[in-house]
């Protein structure tokens, strides 16, 4: 069964810092690309960060320099660090990943079940 947990999010002041961490269970993770996408209500979820298998990472523009993705696999984790953070970083952060679940050649994408950050004085 594949898992992906997502954990660290909540209420923070403009300004400050909060580090994601997303824990995965099921996947083959070193073969994995993962990534942070967002949701704020009222709105389609979009992409924050993504980091391949090989350590390649990307960022949306309105978070590139404040946000840093990374990755630990012999943990199997993917980590978001979001610093200066903003009102309009409020929303719902979802892990996901694409690749294979052990036992498969093919790859898949899963989510997890998000986690909410408020950015709020």
């Known amino acids: 069964q594949v898992q992906l947990v997502e954990s660290g999010g909540g209420l923070v002041q403009p300004g400050g810092s909060l580090r994601l961490s997303c824990a995965t269970a099921?996947?083959?993770?070193?073969?994995?690309?993962m990534a942070w996408y967002r949701q704020a209500p009222g709105q389609s979820r979009e992409l924050v960060a993504g980091i391949t298998s090989g350590g390649t990472t990307d960022y949306a523009d309105v978070v590139q320099g404040r946000f840093a993705i990374s990755r630990d696999n012999a943990r199997r984790m993917v980590f978001l660090q979001m610093n200066s953070l903003k009102p309009e970083d409020t929303a719902v952060y979802f892990c996901n990943a694409k690749g294979p679940r052990y036992g498969r050649s093919s790859s898949s994408t899963f989510w997890g079940q998000g986690t909410q950050v408020t950015v709020s004085s």
């Open positions: 099921g996947i083959i993770f070193s073969r994995s690309d």
